[in-house]
């Protein structure tokens, strides 16, 4: 079975400052992806980034990129120039390739802080 | 606005109540799911349809009913809950099959709390 570890419960991060969040997962599939999903308190889960995993290029989406180390089995969030919109609840997701794309396995989770 | 709705946000029921809880997906998709979000625990994967069939159970209590009339609509039937059932419930929908985006779409979830 796949699991999704998020050893970080909170960060917090000064507006305009970057913040990395940790994100481990194990596997014994080849071939999958993985998600960084951001939860507002609106509580609408929204994708931020996703990265295959036979890609060795990091994702990147503007503000955000990731640092994908496949051999490790690490996953983590950069989020660039942090804005007070960033703040939410962060979730790092799995799933393998060839099954639903719903089919998500989550970490449990990294409650970020933007201080202006 | 993600194109997938769900209704009611938030629910209170008691323990001997049969309530339902709605999704409904505007994207086009076949493939619809629930979730289970609890305090302090990951989110759960509870069932999965494809093409109106479910394909997944993921040993959920059977005071949980889903029901897939159609590709676009998703329910889960509630009846005589415990009060640890009280939790966030999403519904997210993606398409499937060669080609299909990645992404999974979620709605806003409904708020239920048993008492």
Redesign the interface.
Known sequence: AQT?TQSQPEMSVQEAETVTLSCTYDTSESDY?LFW?KQPP??????VI?Q?AYKQQNATENRFSVNFQKAAKSFSLKISDSQLGDAAMY?CAY?TRGT??????????TILTVHP | ETGVTQTPRHLVMGMTNKKSLKCEQHLGHNAMYWYKQSAKKPLELMFVYNFKEQTENNSVPSRFSPECPNSSHLFLHLHTLQPEDSALYLCASSQEGYGGNTEAFFGQGTRLTVV
């Open positions: 999704v992806y999903y609106s509580r609408q889960m929204i994708l996703r295959e979730f799933t639903s794309y719903g089919k998500l396995t989550f970490g449990q989770g």
